[in-house]
């Protein structure tokens, strides 16, 4: 980078990350990891060439310096030629091993004038590139370090709010579908800062995560939801959230163990709810932490199931008494024409014959409770029951009418709406006539310039939405000129777009 006589020549940093690279470490050993580098090293010198220089900085990390090429497309092109080479699988003693690949990218000298500057700029593009979900490439931009001096000093101000003790815990009511009585609590943590008033959790605890943070917090948690939820009746649980990175900590049962004693609750009370993401390295260390777990008598949970990895196999290895459905597959399952109930009671028949629970998470509508409980979901999570609330609220609501949950909020669950202004033709017992479409969504729509004589609850009639096709509804409800109607069969949405193309490319 150092400037000579002539024309200024460019340089391009790419720094790489090997995705999975541990896994090997821990299943094969640290000599097939070595082999393992060997060949990766030897795929990039081939792949970069005669273009730039390979070295390695250690452990699974790779730098790539390349002199005179500033093109994006250029660089673009080489690190996808790179992350797929890469990715092919390698043989080490007999066994195939795929791995990934992970690049951020800076140019000198607008992302650095200096060999500082430039590989803490790739640095940061790399992280981007990792946040992205891996195995792809990043360039950096100024915004990457503007979200890092941004991640810096929420990471300061995290490790004030644990000597300070700022964390609050709050409770949200899991309910059980045949009795309608309040069973548990997950344990929520809160963070109302000074100055940032409250921050979500999904802000602050992935940054914990990175900085080595989440252990203290983790332990706060359990160690408080322990202890609050002791002053409950002996039959309610608690539910408390478990990182994939406290989970990889052997201290972990002792930590449980210490937590139960101190608060006095019996181990079956406290539920831990764990992601799919401690899978993503399975090692017999994780085997080993099952087994500990299940033997102080805890029960696991799988949280968020069905948005990560769902492999079957860790469901019949790993002894987890719970299935939580996330939210995603819940919402809208009320809907006509959706096709998450299935997806729920598919989930549901797993468990049963798993011998596990199932908590339907994210439940808003209380249509969706006859929903869940008609799909045999064993609970209910969502604000249909109630938002998360403080341990002293939590006690009070266990004492109202022998702990029963009320339901509250929207009782009938309504496909999202999308506004418009649009002619259309309708039939109603041979009668034709026009009216305007003011917004549509898959199960329905709202029309104008509709009147209806006597109860127009149930009209059958015929509405064009696409030109020359008439699709079947009936009338929920008329009233100054106004009609709510409710389509036969869901309507994709997609189609108006398509037939007023096909319109104008007639008239045109």
Request: glycine share 10%.
């Amino acid at each position: 980078m150092r400037r000579r006589p002539g024309p200024y020549r460019a340089t391009s940093l790419f720094l790489m990350d090997l995705d999975r690279f541990k896994a090997v470490n821990d299943t094969l050993g640290h000599q097939a990891g070595d082999t393992l580098l060997k060949q990766v090293a030897q795929r990039l010198q081939r792949g970069i060439a005669d273009a730039g220089l390979v070295g390695r900085l250690g452990g699974d990390e790779f730098q790539v310096v390349l002199p005179g090429i500033a093109d994006r497309d250029t660089l673009a092109a080489l690190s996808r030629e790179v992350i797929a080479s890469l990715s092919e699988p390698y043989f080490i003693s007999g066994t195939s091993v795929t791995i990934g690949c992970s690049i951020g990218i800076a140019i000198a000298p607008d992302d650095g004038d200096d060999a500082e500057t430039l590989v803490r700029n790739a640095d940061l593009a790399l992280y981007a590139a990792k946040a992205d979900g891996r195995g792809v490439h990043r360039f950096y931009s100024d915004d990457m370090l503007t979200g890092a001096r941004t991640r810096k000093l929420l990471e300061d101000d995290l490790r004030a709010a644990i000597s300070d003790g700022a964390f609050h815990l709050c409770y949200q009511p899991i309910v059980s579908t045949k009795s309608a009585q309040i069973v548990g609590y997950e344990a929520l943590i809160r963070w109302n800062h000074p100055t940032r008033g409250l921050v979500s959790p999904a802000n602050f605890i992935p940054v914990a995560e990175e900085c080595g943070l989440i252990e203290a917090i983790g332990e706060w948690v359990l160690r408080t939801a322990c202890l609050e939820a002791a002053r409950w009746p002996g039959s309610v649980r608690v539910a408390v959230n478990v990182s994939p990175i406290q989970f990889a900590n052997p201290a972990l049962p002792a930590l449980v163990t210490s937590a139960l004693a101190q608060s006095g609750i019996a181990a079956g009370r406290l539920e831990l709810e764990i992601t799919e993401g401690v899978f993503l390295d399975e090692t017999r260390s994780s085997e080993q932490m099952f087994r500990a777990l299940k033997g102080i008598g805890v029960r696991l949970a799988l949280d968020d199931f069905g948005t990560g990895y769902s492999s079957l196999g860790y469901l019949r290895n790993a002894p987890f008494d719970k299935i939580k459905i996330d939210q995603s597959f819940v919402r809208g399952a009320a809907e006509p024409g959706n096709r998450n109930a299935a997806i729920i009671k598919a989930i549901v028949t797993l468990a049963d014959t798993l011998g596990m629970e199932t908590t339907a998470e994210g439940v808003e509508v209380q249509d969706e409770i006859n929903l869940i409980r008609d799909l045999g979901c064993s609970h209910i999570q969502g604000y249909v029951y109630g938002r998360p609330v403080r341990a002293d609220e939590a006690l009070r609501q266990l004492g109202v009418e022998n702990g029963t949950a009320a339901a509250s909020g929207f009782k009938v669950s309504r496909a999202p709406r999308t506004k418009m202004l649009r002619s259309a033709r309708i039939a109603i017992d041979g009668v034709r006539g026009d009216v305007r479409i003011r917004d549509i969504s898959t199960s329905g729509a709202m029309l104008d310039g509709l009147r209806i004589d006597g109860n127009p609850d149930g009209v059958e009639m015929q509405i064009e939405l696409v030109e020359d096709q008439m699709f079947g509804a009936r009338i929920r409800w008329a009233r100054a000129g106004k009609a709510g109607i409710e389509f036969h069969e869901a309507f994709n949405l997609e189609r108006l777009n398509q037939g007023h193309s096909a319109r104008l490319r007639r008239t045109g």
